[in-house]
């Protein structure tokens, strides 16, 4: 695992978005494993201006969703269809078709088998992911399953996880956060030939430091991203505070 701090936020973001541009230049019809949530807010911004300088081309790339809440509709400001479609889809000359989203509204578990049967033929090239505050990729919250092979399936969120959404503002009470969401698989995001993780804040300062010099174990999930062999984790000052 490589580990690059930067001085900001805003820094770090323009370095992961042009290390997902490089991978899309070297591979015009490359494949992307997306994040949501307020980490990748700069890494959008900056792919989307990068498109309109003409620096990127998506018109041949495919995109993978990480996740989405069970039960939530598209037009409910924390759903992650919506997030993706506002600050990135909408944006580009990306193909629908190409673009997967997951649609956890109705029967999450068809979804599940549906995008796993999409993803198994298209590999993910590039997978950019955050950290939760409880170390959780994607939703796989702790004790996460490192040994499905399923490349989605149904997790609970856990207190803590519900608690990050909430304390964020993308839902007005832990009432109103979900229990349930579809999430990539930690099987799944691990098959990503190169994964980019951005992590900035103090409050994850904890999660970042259980993940890189603790042991590998499924109570913290991102430590399994030790055993990737091509990860960078990108980080701001306050993340990396307590790192030895
Ligand atoms: C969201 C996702 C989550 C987030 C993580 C960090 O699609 O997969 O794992 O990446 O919770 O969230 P933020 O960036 O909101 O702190």
Redesign the pocket.
């Known amino acids: 695992m490589e580990v690059c701090i930067f001085r900001a936020y805003e820094e770090m973001s323009r370095a992961a978005a042009q290390e997902v541009a490089d991978v899309l230049n070297a591979k015009p019809n490359a494949v992307l494993g997306m ?6 807010l700069g890494v959008y911004q900056h792919l989307v201006k990068m498109h309109e300088r003409g620096e990127i081309d998506f018109s041949h790339v495919t995109t993978f969703n ?2 989405e809440y069970v039960g939530l509709p598209i037009t409910h400001p924390a759903s ?1 269809r919506l997030y993706l479609w506002h600050r990135f889809v909408s944006k580009l000359p990306l193909p629908l078709a190409n673009f997967h989203y997951v649609n956890a509204e109705k029967d999450p578990h068809a979804e599940c088998a549906r995008l796993g049967k999409i993803i198994q033929s298209h590999p993910i090239d590039v997978a950019f ?4 505050e409880n170390a ?4 796989n919250d702790p004790p996460a399953d490192f040994d499905t092979e399923e490349p989605y399936l149904v997790v609970q969120l856990d207190d803590a996880c519900r608690q ?1 959404q909430m304390g ?1 503002g993308w839902f007005p009470t832990l009432n109103d956060v979900p229990q349930q969401a579809i999430s990539m698989s930690v099987r799944q995001i691990l098959k990503s030939k190169s994964i980019i993780c951005t992590v900035p804040d103090q409050r994850k300062a904890q999660a970042v430091k259980d993940s890189v010099q603790g042991p590998i174990t499924n109570k913290t999930p991102a430590s399994i991203l030790q055993r990737h062999q091509d990860m960078t984790l990108y980080l701001d000052p306050p993340a990396a505070s307590l790192l030895k």
Not at 35 to 40: F, N
């Open positions: 994040a949501t949530g307020s980490t990748p990480l996740d992650f992911i955050g950290i939760g959780h990729i994607a939703f990050q964020e």
